[in-house]
């Protein structure tokens, strides 16, 4: 098996990880600082969020130059050093590449919305009458122009300018761009909004339904809309598949390619290609507003496996840098999330990490009226009240606060008198620190689970069966590769439960409550790994 399909995933937010010169913000020698963390629990690739030239109004996400670095991140040099640090280690780097949309700061925009006859007029979406197409945060996705008396397309926010793929010169930009950082030796790609790139040639309306108000993982961006033309255009599979003739070209050794991409699985499926030849790996999002039962997740296991077939992997994502943070689901509870990093290690999937899930990294209380992030423009005016209890969040500030290293000052993440977003108020057991030396931790079940992965080709490279147990509480499935046979049993509830396993047990492999044999009996959220 190829890399790609048996690793381990850690996502850095970078303005959040580390800050290494006293400025209050995250920056790439913080993340070289902090490298062996990282190596040490265990994970094998990091993603890193976009740090190249930007005017920061999405931080990040709107890039106004590819080829070089927010000043407040760093240098090109950080970035080349970061590169061989990482894999001076042994581990893999995938960068965020946003090839949908550039900031309206970008060059190339400037140069476009100038006039209707320069030479880059054609390469954003501009119409002289928009059509109904909604943003897939909601609101309209047309902006007016006045130099060019237009609109032009934003497929997320307005200041985020859709590139026009249909042009090639566009096409050949941005694929350049993806050569120029394999051949600084990035690993791959984790590629933003990534169905959202080729729209429908005749701009058709999207259809009005009244049952899509809020969104869903099918339909994304709700508000009445199914974005049936402005979505997962077929011509979008065969981008997947033009891009992954680009990374074939530096490919000693290979290198990897990971969608953001939404829909159903029978749609985004097609984005690994029929014959594995377009993306290496999508997200799968639907268990990110899991339910915390063993009957969900025996549900979504089966799913995974009618829809994703070996060879084709999925990926295990519990949160990311624009949802609430997965524990916030489980009320803060750091015995359930053990549980839940049980299943995302042992399933038959790439675990993706989002940087504090580790340590129970809870979400901050950052109301609307002060949050940084641009999408409260979007929801500004939702109630404080009403955004405190939806599943999503609002203010994605809540979910991107400063990594929790000790318990000193703004919890180890910077020297300076103000960070970039306040410290969270749980940081006296939620800190790495504190965890490495406590051996029950959530941090230290994380390194036992990922140490265990990466040993066992069960684990990382094995087939997973479902097992029924007869008790509705408890999730059992087995991992098997050639002579390997390894059991999984998750107890989702609170009580004792007391299991008849058939086949012969040979020895514990892993146990959340440290037990050293097996007796047919589960604690309350209790999960074990048996040897059988």
């Not at 910077?414 to 410290?423: H, I, M, N, Q």
Request: with cysteine.
């Amino acid at each position: 098996m190829s890399w790609h399909a048996t690793t381990t995933i850690y996502q850095i937010y970078p303005r959040s990880f580390y800050d290494s010169n006293g400025d209050g913000i995250g920056d790439l020698q913080g993340i070289i600082q902090k490298l062996d963390y990282i190596k040490d629990l265990g994970f094998e690739t990091i993603w890193i969020s976009p740090f190249y030239c930007s005017p920061q109004e999405d931080f990040g996400y709107d890039i106004s130059d590819y080829y070089n670095i927010a000043p407040e991140y760093g240098t090109l040099q950080d970035v080349e050093q970061l590169i061989s640090e990482i894999h001076q280690r042994n581990m893999k780097v995938v960068f965020d590449m946003v090839m949908n949309h550039t900031s309206d700061k970008h060059p190339w925009f400037l140069e476009s919305r100038s006039s209707r006859d320069n030479p880059k007029a054609d390469w954003y979406i501009w119409r002289d009458q928009p059509n109904n197409w909604k943003s897939i945060v909601g609101p309209n996705g047309w902006q007016y122009c006045a130099e060019r008396n237009q609109y032009y397309y934003a497929s997320f926010l307005p200041f985020q300018p859709d590139l026009n793929y249909r042009n090639p010169e566009v096409k050949k930009a941005m694929f350049d761009v993806c050569r120029f950082w394999l051949q600084k030796g990035v690993d791959g790609f984790r590629l933003d909004i990534f169905n959202c790139i080729i729209k429908d040639k005749d701009f058709k309306d999207n259809p009005f339904s009244l049952f899509h108000i809020l969104p869903s993982e099918e339909h994304p961006g709700g508000n009445f809309q199914i974005r049936k033309h402005s979505l997962n255009q077929e011509e979008n599979f065969e981008l997947a598949q033009e891009l992954r003739s680009v990374i074939n070209e530096f490919n000693h050794p290979p290198r990897m390619l990971l969608g953001e991409v939404f829909g159903g699985h029978d749609k985004i499926k097609q984005y690994l290609g029929k014959k594995q030849d377009g993306l290496h790996l999508v997200f799968l999002f639907d268990i990110l507003y899991y339910k915390f039962n063993a009957d969900f997740f025996r549900k979504k296991i089966l799913e995974y496996e009618h829809h994703y077939p070996a060879p084709n992997m999925p990926t295990a994502v519990f949160s990311n840098h624009d949802q609430l943070r997965s524990i916030h689901r489980i009320g803060n509870n750091l015995e359930k999330a053990k549980l839940l990093a049980l299943l995302q290690f042992t399933m038959r999937a790439v675990p993706c990490v989002y940087y504090g899930e580790e340590i129970g990294m809870t979400d901050g209380k950052i109301p609307i009226k002060e949050g940084k992030d641009p999408m409260v423009n979007v929801y500004s005016w939702v109630p404080q009240f009403i955004a405190d209890r939806l599943p999503v969040g609002i203010n994605r500030d809540n979910c991107r606060t400063p990594m929790q290293w000790n318990n000193q000052k703004n919890a180890g993440f910077s020297v300076a008198e103000k960070t970039w977003l306040p410290l969270n108020k749980d940081v006296e057991k939620r800190n790495a620190e504190e965890q490495l030396s406590d051996k029950e931790s959530l941090l230290n079940v994380f390194k036992k689970l990922i140490l265990l992965r990466k040993s066992s080709p069960a684990m990382h490279s094995g087939t997973i069966e479902i097992i029924h147990t007869g008790n509705k509480n408890i999730l059992a499935y087995v991992r098997s590769c050639k002579d390997e046979k390894l059991l999984v049993l998750i107890n989702f509830s609170k009580s004792k439960i007391t299991n008849n396993i058939s086949q012969p047990i040979k020895k514990v492999v892993f146990s959340i409550k440290s037990k050293k044999t097996f007796e047919g009996i589960l604690d309350g959220f209790d999960g074990v790994i048996l040897k059988i």
